[in-house]
């Protein structure tokens, strides 16, 4: 099992490390946290990625930002 670094998703998607982590903040890629480092499993970021990646649709519309 391999794991991605934001720094890694954000190249491999051509965006920020910010945006990447506001995406992850979302919940819309699906990520583990140890401790304050923050990484998304290689195969579930593709599925993700091939699936062309989750809409808001999901996320509960009465919870506050």
Partial sequence: MKF???TEMAETLGMTTGRVYEVLRLGL???VRIGRQ?????Q???DWVAKGGQTYAHLD???AS
């Fill in 44 to 46: 579930a970021f593709k």
């Fill in 29 to 31: 890629i699906p990520a």
């Fill in 38 to 42: 923050v990484r998304v499993e290689e």
């Fill in 61 to 63: 519309k009465t919870r």
């Fill in 4 to 6: 991605l670094t934001v």
